[in-house]
């Protein structure tokens, strides 16, 4: 960029060879102006001595000469920027339509534009004084550069003849992260002989030719955005021009810009040359210019003059890559706006303002105008002085005379691919996706999840969750778009992404359907369950209850992995698939799709296979439109399991031993299945006799569920069952509790506790804390991060604390007054409650119209008003409910009716009545055990065949103490969280290479690090949004629908391709007789393409594939080696920013031997040939 800057002169100025006057713009290989330079030639008197010289020669000259001259320069000056524009179209139009990230234009922006000047100005200067150390240095670089602009130029000429004749050109070779065809290879070798015929030579021809497509690379890939920009790089370069032609002199003692431009380059090949002694040193130029100037001898045309090809006129490769960029730019803006196809022969006809054709003779006009100053003044003249206003003040003034400026100065629409303008010139309806997604909870810290994400208008709650002091404030963002959901989705059974549903539904107006998997339900309605219990044991918790929490999940629909659920009503066309997450038992990763787009919602997933899960299934989500994943574990980075697990049981196995308790922390039914599944092998392989004991509320309930999950789990699970009928959560060694006083009436001796919760807020895991916590002997193990505020985050901090203070808190029986009160005031809302039942009911009954005969009779009792007295009286469990008749009919033959009467015998003896005394003893029993709630066969509570432990309903209240727990056992954390590493999310990421990501649920230093990586390795938009901000992640790519005409289909030839058929299509767009957009046959014969293979080649399938037909193969430096000669290497795409995202390729190695014939036929046969 600075090396074209540097050279952007007047088109022909005096000491420069670019004077405005082609008669004076001579140069000499002896160096005749290069001399004059040097011995002060700007001095007053040497300027009129050079201007007199120069009216001399003018005079000599023929005018013919000079408009010969005059109408080349313009003509290739025109000519090469016209061409570099309409090749950075071509370019971006293909980029666009591969969906190629990582090879897409470099778009200025402000501080760029204002640094080009500053950093051209800074090169000028070091060339100025450094030339002459630097010049090899810098014919080195333009070699270089050289070599893979003309490589770009002439590629898409040698693709075009490639497909015309239908060339088989199979990749070959791969070089600094590109892969190569064998034609691709011999046009490399041929630009880079091109370039060393240049060094050897310096010829003038080659050196045009070098220029040029420096020129055009370079326009194709660095562009402007818009007017706005455009005009603030071409005013900066106006002032640099003027400064450096006109001023440079005052300052530096020289005309630094004549000077740096009129130097020639040492020739690093005649210097190595020369060292060298090599025979033909003669023919090796010392001194070359350097392709950032065009050269034409002046004889080209058959000039009058004498001098043969030793005399050139120059021109500024600068003074053509900086109107070209202009050029463009309105191109790029034409071509948008009139959606036609742009070459050469349509561009005039087509309809629509070109502002290509006011901006293209205005660069010539500019140009004539530099060399008529030139002829004029007989000095050097700044060309962007000329060019700046006869190029952009045309397309200013057309588009502000036409209201189209402001569109040219913000910029254009962004450009779409070829086929989408064809369709969109059919019908101008627009059908992508839209995706908005706004954070509810959970981001840059972490907060419970909870996100609302809107497709096309329909509202997706993904996650609700509450943490473990349940906050009503987080779920604030929520009560405000609650009514607004369409469709809950569920991805893991613990609080921290449903906890909230109960209460949502309950409270804040959420009445969308629910969608999980099978094991998140119901493992999520027992993590519920014990939440609620836990608490109610500890306080007055009142947020919702046990019947809240079956109502909300009674509306759950359930999915299993991988099935397509379709929406309907207003999310028609919206399909839905949870996949393996391999985070919790059902954990889900939710796949959205919309218009052939897709929507990930990935977060807390683990690629690693575990004892009882399988770990997510990557194959399944490649290049998503959004994906949006959080950045929880960003930072951080595991060993390998077995080292974990092995490092997990030696540190219980040592406490053990050293007749210490173990505390293991634990959610309900999550990470603690894995956690059961190590501690049930370890005690199995090593025959241990310490007790194991899993203490919830629904720990039996939650094994007995689990138990019928194995299709959930993982692939060895599955097997083992199928072979030995042996189901893994048949626990032998571990002893389910749902008490605390079961483990209270234990041996004593080491033993080895599970026990809800892991924040250890509350649960039996706070009890057994306080009273374990003050032996030096014990171990309190964290197997994952506690959540801010609790106990157990505290208690992971480095150091650890030496004592907290906890409260004990513990429900008790009212006793005395206070049960007195409390029954008093129960008794008062009770009649009140049934008086105002009978008055609704006498209201309902005089209002009711043909009341039934039957119930006429005074002495026959309503039934269901007994029934509806009864449940306003009498709260459920209540001791009376035995007492009531529910009803009597009496026989119609029967003259008086009466109750029913049975006369009760007991038996006597001699001392009277014999009674039974356990009739008569009051149950004390403890509060924790309370009564069995038994639901029935309704979705949403449990099977009747397990029960949960419900809540004594005796009259009680909470008596809480504060305590300080002085902490002498040992804690210790490792991380079984079951997530992801940093290193692996990266590499998952950049194998998924979404074309949007969203970041949520991490800290603000781990959520800006995972940013920051994304931008420079994943993908170029990367979202982190803050809570309830929206962001707009629509898809930049556009969807329509079509019909297939049955012309069309007729000719088609499908190929079966697994579950699917495929076949190649050549068509247009148009329109049927009822204006329905369709796909319509090609009226002219469709030109030849090239032969594609489509497929995913397994490398160990293939492995396998090669050994059956007798192949000798093995995996070596992660390449498979097929004999002795043969190799084949798998790759990845290099125009894919990631790395592993795009297309992958197959690269054959080897001599073209039989060998070598033999395996490709082997690879051709796994793919399907279109």
Not at 835 to 855: C, N, P, W
Request: glycine share 6%; hydrophobic share 40%; charged share 20%.
């Amino acid at each position: 960029m600075q090396s074209l800057q540097s050279t952007r002169r007047c088109p022909f100025s005096p000491e420069s060879a670019q004077y405005a006057n082609p008669a004076i713009a001579l140069f000499s290989e002896k160096g005749d102006l290069l001399n004059q330079r040097a011995s002060k030639s700007f001095s007053s008197s040497s300027k009129s001595k050079v201007a007199w010289i120069s009216l001399l020669k003018c005079q000599r000259r023929s005018i013919a000469t000079l408009v010969a001259n005059a109408v080349t320069d313009n003509v290739f000056a025109v000519g090469v920027t016209f061409g570099s524009a309409f090749r950075a179209l071509n370019y971006g139009k293909e980029m666009e339509r591969n969906r190629d990230l990582s090879e897409t234009s470099i778009t200025l922006d402000r501080s760029q534009a204002l640094m080009i000047p500053v950093m051209s100005s800074i090169s000028l200067l070091l060339m100025f004084y450094l030339f002459s150390s630097v010049s090899q240095l810098l014919t080195v670089f333009t070699a270089i550069a050289s070599v893979s602009s003309l490589f770009f130029c002439l590629s898409p000429y040698v693709a075009y003849l490639k497909s015309q004749f239908g060339f088989a050109d199979p990749y070959v070779s791969r070089c600094c992260s590109k892969s190569f065809t064998r034609i691709q290879g011999l046009l490399l070798f041929l630009c880079i002989g091109t370039v060393v015929a240049w060094l050897v030579t310096g010829h003038w021809v080659l050196n045009n030719l070098l220029g040029i497509s420096i020129c055009i690379a370079f326009v194709s890939h660095v562009r402007l955005p818009n007017i706005k920009i455009c005009a603030m790089l071409l005013v900066c370069l106006f002032v640099y021009d003027i400064f450096w032609v006109f001023f440079s002199e005052r300052f530096f003692g020289a005309n630094v810009m004549v000077s740096v431009a009129t130097q020639q380059a040492s020739n690093p090949v005649h210097t190595v040359a020369n060292s060298l002694s090599l025979p033909g040193l003669q023919m090796v130029t010392k001194k070359l210019e350097l392709p950032v100037k065009i050269v034409f001898p002046r004889n080209l045309l058959g000039g009058l003059i004498p001098g043969g090809a030793k005399d050139f006129m120059m021109l500024g490769l600068g003074d053509m890559a900086i109107p070209a960029m202009l050029l463009a730019l309105v191109l790029c803006f034409d071509h948008r706006r009139s959606r036609d196809s742009i070459n050469l022969l349509e561009m005039h006809s087509s309809k629509g303002h070109k502002y290509i054709w006011y901006a293209l003779p205005g660069y010539a006009i500019g140009l004539v105008t530099a060399l008529a100053a030139g002829v004029l003044t007989h000095s050097p003249q700044p060309a962007l002085l000329y060019l700046v206003p006869s190029t952009l003040g045309p397309i200013v003034f057309i588009s502000w005379i036409r209201k189209e400026l402001a569109e040219l100065w913000d910029g254009p629409l962004p450009n779409s691919n070829d086929k989408a303008h064809q369709i969109e010139r059919v019908t101008q309806k627009k059908m992508g996706t839209s995706v908005q997604v706004t954070p509810l909870c959970g981001v840059y810290n972490e907060n419970p999840l909870s996100y609302l994400v809107s497709i096309d208008g329909f509202n997706f709650l993904i996650d609700c969750g509450w943490n473990d002091h349940f906050d009503p404030s987080l779920l604030e963002p929520l009560s405000r778009v609650a009514s607004t959901v369409d469709a809950v989705l569920l991805s893991h059974p613990d609080t921290l992404h449903l906890g909230a549903l109960p209460f949502a539904m309950k409270q804040l107006g959420l009445s969308a359907v629910v969608y999980s998997t099978e094991p998140v339900y119901r493992l999520g309605l027992l993590t519920m369950y014990d939440q609620y219990l836990s608490r109610k044991q500890v306080s007055d918790f009142d947020l919702f209850t046990l019947d809240d929490i079956d109502s909300a999940f009674q509306n759950v629909t359930r999915l299993t992995y991988a099935q397509n659920h379709h929406l309907s009503g207003k999310g028609e066309g919206i399909v839905i698939s949870p996949h393996v997450s391999g985070h919790l038992l059902g954990g889900t990763v939710w796949k959205i799709t919309k218009d052939g787009e897709d929507v990930i919602y990935a977060v807390d997933f683990n690629h690693r296979k575990e004892k009882h899960l399988n770990g997510i299934n990557q194959a399944s989500f490649v290049r998503p439109a959004v994906l949006i994943t959080d950045a929880y574990n960003a930072l951080n980075n595991q060993a390998y399991r077995r080292q974990k697990d092995k490092e997990f049981t030696d540190t219980i196995k040592k406490t053990l031993r050293s007749d210490g308790n173990v505390l293991l922390p634990v959610d309900t039914a999550g990470r603690v299945l894995e956690l059961v599944q190590i501690l049930e092998s370890c005690w199995a392989d090593e025959n241990l006799n310490y007790p194991i004991f899993f203490l919830t509320y629904v720990a039996s309930s939650t094994i007995d569920y689990v138990k019928s999950f194995l299709e959930w789990m993982s692939d060895s699970i599955a097997k083992s069952f199928e072979k030995t009928r042996e189901n893994a959560f048949i626990l032998k060694r571990i002893t389910l509790l749902v008490n605390k006083s079961e483990l209270d009436n234990a041996s004593d001796g080491p033993k080895v506790v599970l026990a809800s919760m892991a924040s250890l807020e509350a649960g039996f895991s706070h009890d057994i804390f306080v009273e374990w916590a003050t032996d030096p002997k014990n171990l309190v193990l964290f197997t994952e991060r506690a959540q801010f505020g609790t106990l157990a985050r505290m208690l992971q901090a480095d150091p650890p604390p030496k004592a907290v203070k906890v409260t004990m808190s513990k429900r008790v029986p009212l006793v005395g007054e206070e049960l007195i009160a409390y029954e008093e005031e129960q008794n008062r809302i009770r009649k009140d409650e049934v008086l105002k039942a009978s008055l609704i009911k006498e209201e309902e009954s005089k209002s009711a119209q043909g009341a039934d005969v039957s119930t006429s009779d005074p002495m026959v009792v309503d039934a269901s008003n007994t029934h509806s007295l009864l449940d306003a009286a009498v709260p459920h469990g209540g001791g009376y409910r035995d007492m009531l008749i529910d009803g009597f009919t009496p026989p119609s033959t029967s003259a008086a009716p009466m109750f029913p009467f049975y006369e009760n015998n007991s038996d006597w003896d001699d001392f009277g009545e014999v009674i039974n005394p356990d009739d008569y003893v009051i149950k004390d029993a403890d509060m924790d055990q309370g009564a069995m709630h038994v639901g029935g066969d309704m979705d949403g509570k449990l099977d009747e065949g397990s029960a949960s432990l419900i809540l004594d309903t005796r009259p009680s209240k909470v008596v809480a103490t504060e305590l300080t727990v002085q902490v002498k056992c040992s804690l210790i954390y490792m991380d079984f969280e079951g997530r992801s590493d940093a290193r692996s999310i990266k590499s998952i990421l950049s194998h998924m290479a979404p074309l949007k990501l969203v970041l949520v649920h991490g800290t603000a230093e781990a959520t800006e690090h995972l940013k920051q990586h994304c931008l420079t390795h994943v993908c170029p938009h990367v979202y982190a949004p803050q809570i309830e901000e929206t962001i707009d992640v629509t898809s930049d790519l556009c969807a329509y629908k079509v019909q297939l005409s049955e012309k069309l289909m007729s000719n088609v030839l499908f190929k079966k391709l697994g579950d699917y058929e495929i076949a190649w299509v050549d068509s247009e767009a148009g329109k049927t007789e009822n204006g329905a957009l369709s796909l319509l046959p090609i009226s002219t014969p469709a030109p030849p393409h090239e032969s594609v293979l489509v497929g995913d080649l397994k490398m160990a399938n293939f492995k396998q594939f090669l050994s059956d037909n007798g192949v000798q193969v093995e995996f070596a430096s992660g390449a498979l080696r097929c004999g002795e000669y043969v190799t084949l290497r798998k790759v990845g795409d290099a125009s894919h920013k990631g790395g592993g995202s795009g297309t992958q390729q197959i690269v054959i190695e080897g001599p073209l031997c039989e060998d070598y014939y033999k395996i490709r036929e082997y690879l051709y046969s796994q793919f399907y040939l279109l």
